[in-house]
């Protein structure tokens, strides 16, 4: 996420982070290189400029040159404006009416139907909620079909009417059938266009004026730039929309989007999409993301959702099977598993504070699991639970069979008997000294 700005960032603030003498001409040398980054990001001009002299006026108010540490009072107030531009404290969503209405708006293709589908997922699973989508896109079917696709994939019902071409009858039609059906939330899947078009802006504001949403949500494609704060704002004029939601962030984003849409149309981006699956969806905290594209990490939310992952039963049998020795492959797959499901790695790794700029260059891909997951899917159950029966045939036979080499067959084993060993060591109170040598 924003790696170029990240990279950017972090070399103009180079030398005010203590790798040298701070000096007027070099704080100002900083300014100037912080207002390339973020016009190379994307960054609307005029919101850059504004950025940068709000940084320089809080620097000379604070004495930045004679403080104590003033690299890192310096980043701190860059962290702090950066913060504040994309939309200081985070904002939830409405939930309280009964049923709460949700309206989607944005073009085609920004991910409205996806993030339709995520909302539902994500109120079903950690608010309680019975959510209820509905279709209202009555130009194009396969939007219909799409959205039912999603409902079943999440388990959420999708309230459709093929014979009726009104999208105004759909909605309220659909409004009636949550309140009949106990359904307590409400996602209302609008049409696209391609551009923003007149028409389409009626159709919306008829939706909006006849079912009056708790919350009307923009969707934008966070990869379309200047161009998505326009249509923001194109939008904004005429729903007067309650928050943002920017989509494709796992893509090769460049930043602008996040980072101007705020301050241009006065809402919050409330969620983020990072990904096409339906997990891949994140409360949107803008001191959070400051972090990130400043190269601090986000270990909060590396923290969330690993917490969310943790099934405490599965916890509870492999710490059994490490005291008796008796961890297995098929307990290294379903961790890989677990962790699989807490987002893509690349986005893993970023929130790691540091861990962006080391590995930066090296191809994490999504599959980074893959090859280890042929490899034990290659070996017999027998095998999987008893690791130490892999003698030289059977390791070539698992070689061949997952269709990779023998030394990547080894290096997993060995991977797999360090991984034992200090699991076991962590139970047998070793962890307390892990911890100790991990902090000196
Ligand atoms: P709609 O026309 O606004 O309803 O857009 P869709 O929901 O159909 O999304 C358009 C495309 O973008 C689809 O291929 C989605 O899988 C993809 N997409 C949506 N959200 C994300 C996201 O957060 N990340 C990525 N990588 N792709 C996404």
Redo the contacts with the bound molecule.
């Keep these: 996420m924003f790696d170029n700005l990240s990279e950017k960032l972090d070399k103009a603030l180079h030398v005010l982070k203590g790798h040298g003498q701070i000096t007027e001409i070099n704080v100002a040398e900083t300014l100037k290189e912080i207002r390339r980054a973020l016009l190379d990001a994307d960054v609307n001009f005029k919101i850059a400029k504004e950025f940068t002299n709000k940084v320089k006026e809080k620097a000379l108010g604070q004495n930045v040159l004679t403080s104590l540490q003033p690299g890192q009072l310096m980043v701190k107030i860059v962290k702090d404006e950066l913060t504040q531009l994309m939309g200081g404290d985070a904002e939830g969503i409405d939930l309280s009416g009964n049923p709460s209405v949700i309206l989607m708006s944005?073009?085609?293709?920004?991910?409205?139907?996806?993030?339709s589908g995520k909302l539902a997922n994500y109120l079903q699973s950690k608010k309680a909620k019975k959510p209820l989508l509905v279709a209202c896109d009555v130009y194009r079917p396969a939007?219909i079909d799409?959205l039912h696709v999603v409902g079943e994939q999440i388990g959420v019902e999708v309230y459709s009417d093929r014979e009726n071409n009104d999208p105004v009858k759909i909605a309220k039609a659909g409004v009636a059938h949550a309140k009949a059906n106990g359904c307590n939330v409400v996602i209302i899947?609008t049409a696209?266009r391609l551009a923003v078009d007149e028409q389409m802006m009626t159709e919306i504001a008829n939706i909006h004026k006849a079912i009056a949403p708790q919350e009307t949500l923009f969707?934008v494609d966070s990869m379309t730039g200047q161009d998505a704060v326009n249509t923001a704002k194109a939008f904004n004029d005429v729903l007067n929309f309650d928050g943002v939601i920017l989509?494709?962030?796992?893509?090769d984003t460049r930043g602008g989007a996040a980072i101007s849409i705020k301050s241009v149309v006065d809402k919050p981006i409330k969620f983020i999409?990072?990904?096409?699956k339906m997990e891949?969806i994140d409360v949107f905290y803008p001191s959070r993301m400051a972090d990130r594209i400043l190269g601090m990490g986000d270990v909060v939310s590396l923290v969330e959702r690993a917490q969310e992952q943790f099934d405490e039963e599965q916890a509870r049998k492999i710490q059994k099977k490490i005291a008796k020795n008796r961890f297995g492959f098929d307990d290294f797959l379903s961790q890989i598993q677990q962790i699989k499901k807490m987002g893509n790695m690349k986005d893993l790794m970023g929130m790691i504070p540091g861990a962006g700029k080391a590995l930066k260059g090296l191809d994490i891909d999504d599959d980074a699991f893959k090859h280890i997951e042929a490899i034990i899917h290659s070996m017999t159950p027998d095998e999987r639970s008893t690791p130490s029966k892999l003698n030289a045939s059977r390791k070539k036979r698992i070689a061949t069979g997952s269709g990779r080499t023998i030394q990547e067959v080894n290096q997993l084993l060995k991977q797999f008997e360090q991984m034992s060993k200090m699991m076991k060591m962590m139970q047998g109170g070793g962890g307390k000294k892990m911890m100790q040598m991990m902090q000196n």
């Design positions: 944005g073009l085609q293709g920004s991910g409205k139907t996806t993030f939007a799409q899947d696209g969707v989509t494709k962030l796992d893509g999409g990072t990904g096409e891949a």
